[in-house]
């Protein structure tokens, strides 16, 4: 299903909201970022809430404004797929996904910032409303390099121009985890929504 070019202010409340939050914790400086970034040590000593901080905080400017802009392209995209609620559904299921799959899986990641998780969450509950819609030839083409990508990042690591345009390392485990708690938290929206349009 494409994108409707209709516009409607309210598809990008939510986006507009997280670019505040995200400006607003980076205008705090690399001391907010110690405090708020996910550290493993730190979560397991019961510092909790870095489970979902880490995910607001960037490590710099430059990393800031690509997650800005995949942020932008993923509702550019799929804002109108999701109602607002059902869009904050999918950013706590990715959030918990990437959380769990760290704490759970990957001891080896002491600390982790960025939005990139979560984005690639977005992405995937966009493209399996698009692919539940309609699977016409240029969806089955963006979703086959979406998952290519991660295919090749759980292979191989970080793309090269991805790794090469970032001054912190790319934590592709984040992508991948993100990836699947936006699947299933699509699942189950699609489904919730397949019923209440099923003929009595």
Same mark, same amino acid.
């Given at each position: 299903?494409?994108?409707?070019?209709?516009?409607?202010?309210?598809?990008?409340?939510?986006?507009?909201?997280?670019?505040?939050?995200?400006?607003?914790?980076?205008?705090?400086?690399?001391?907010?970022?110690?405090?708020?970034?996910?550290?493993?040590?730190?979560?397991?000593?019961?510092?909790?809430?870095?489970?979902?901080?880490?995910?607001?905080?960037?490590?710099?400017?430059?990393?800031?404004?690509?997650?800005?802009?995949?942020?932008?392209?993923?509702? $550019?995209?799929?804002?109108?797929?999701?109602?607002?609620?059902?869009?904050?559904?999918?950013?706590?299921?990715?959030?918990?996904? =990437?959380?769990?799959?760290?704490?759970?899986?990957?001891?080896? =990641?002491?600390?982790?910032?960025?939005?990139?998780?979560?984005?690639?969450?977005?992405?995937? $509950?966009?493209?399996?409303?698009?692919?539940?819609?309609?699977?016409?030839?240029?969806?089955?083409?963006? $979703?086959?390099?979406?998952?290519?990508?991660?295919?090749?990042?759980?292979?191989?690591?970080?793309?090269?121009?991805?790794?090469?345009?970032?001054?912190?390392?790319?934590?592709?485990? $984040?992508?991948?985890?993100?990836?699947?708690?936006?699947?299933?938290?699509?699942?189950?929206?699609?489904?919730?929504?397949?019923?209440?349009?099923?003929?009595?």
């Amino acid at each position: 299903m494409r994108p409707n070019p209709r516009f409607r202010p309210l598809d990008w409340l939510l986006p507009v909201a997280i670019l505040i939050v995200l400006l607003t914790v980076m205008h705090g400086g690399e001391h907010v970022v110690e405090v708020l970034r996910y550290e493993r040590e730190a979560v397991l000593s019961g510092e909790a809430w870095r489970l979902l901080t880490g995910h607001l905080v960037h490590a710099d400017g430059s990393h800031l404004i690509w997650n800005i802009l995949g942020l932008a392209l993923v509702f $550019a995209l799929f804002a109108r797929e999701y109602s607002p609620g059902e869009w904050v559904a999918v950013m706590l299921a990715s959030t918990a996904a =990437i959380d769990l799959g760290f704490l759970a899986f990957e001891p080896q =990641i002491a600390w982790y910032v960025g939005l990139s998780g979560v984005l690639h969450g977005l992405m995937t $509950a966009g493209l399996a409303a698009w692919l539940k819609a309609r699977r016409d030839p240029l969806t089955l083409i963006i $979703a086959v390099v979406f998952i290519g990508k991660l295919v090749w990042e759980h292979l191989r690591g970080p793309l090269p121009f991805t790794a090469g345009s970032l001054t912190v390392p790319v934590v592709h485990e $984040a992508h991948s985890y993100g990836a699947i708690g936006g699947a299933l938290c699509a699942m189950v929206l699609l489904a919730r929504r397949g019923r209440a349009h099923a003929p009595l």
